[in-house]
């Protein structure tokens, strides 16, 4: 079974860009999770998805991040116009039940985006 | 809100010493607790879990034992290998903070590296 696929794995690209990263869940797996590590903090929660449906959106940024999730399958991570403190490393995640206490969610490598 | 505390790293130990990363928690409710991995060039995975106060979980040799009283999950190993090498994440999930179990609060992570 593939694990969860993220592209690309780095990215550098200057301040203004616009930058699309790309989650590839586990196959039937209707939850997705993006997660960001800003250099030397913790990881941070960024939304949540069920299916093609926004669950929690709560840990987004600001208007400058767009996720979207065509029907349910892969997910899209759009930072436009990119700003310097979004360097950092993306995570998306995947589990076929919602949570993490019961289910277990399986983790991409991560993009690790440079904004120069 | 929840958080979550881990020592700072990097921790450096020789072959077969034994490892602590220290782990501690703040949370409304009752949370369940995680030790996640991420081992170089890899995405992250979960180490071991704990759903309730003196659950020990436990895992390739690591073991943490969930200590409600004093608010911690520890992580242990007896003896290290060069193998070992990786970040350590510790982790909870909270049911009670707002946003359900679905979002993971992790800490900053703790580098370490096992020399031969």
């Known amino acids: 079974e593939a694990g969860v696929t993220q592209f690309p794995s780095h990215s550098v690209i200057e301040k203004g860009q616009t930058v699309t990263l790309r989650c590839d869940p586990i196959?039937?797996?209707?939850?997705l999770y993006w997660y960001r590590r800003v250099m030397g903090k913790e990881i941070k929660f960024l939304l949540h998805?069920?299916?093609?449906?926004?669950?929690?959106e709560s840990g987004m940024p600001n208007n400058r991040f767009l996720a979207e999730r065509t029907g349910g399958t892969y997910s899209t991570l759009k930072v436009q116009p990119a700003e310097l403190e979004d360097s950092g490393v993306y995570f998306c995640a995947s589990s076929r039940d919602r949570g993490f206490g019961d289910t277990e969610a399986f983790f991409g490598q991560g993009t690790r985006l440079t904004v120069v | 809100g929840d958080s979550v505390t881990q020592m700072e790293g990097p921790v450096t130990l020789s072959e077969e010493a034994f490892l602590t990363i220290n782990c501690t928690y703040t949370a409304t409710g009752y949370p369940s607790l995680f030790w996640y991995v991420q081992y170089p060039g890899e995405g992250l995975q979960l180490l071991l879990k704990?759903?309730?106060?003196?659950d020990k979980g436990s895992n390739k040799g690591f073991e943490a034992t969930y200590r409600k009283e004093t608010t911690s999950f520890h992580l242990e190993k007896g003896s290290v290998q060069v193998s070992d090498s990786a970040v350590y994440f510790c982790?909870?999930?909270?049911?009670?903070?707002?946003?359900?179990?679905?979002?993971?609060?992790f800490g900053k992570g703790t580098k370490l590296s096992v020399i031969p």
């Open positions: 704990a759903t309730k106060a003196d």
């Open positions: 982790a909870l999930s909270d049911p009670l903070s707002g946003a359900g179990s679905y979002q993971l609060t």
């Open positions: 998805f069920v299916k093609e449906s926004k669950q929690d």
């Open positions: 196959s039937g797996h209707d939850n």
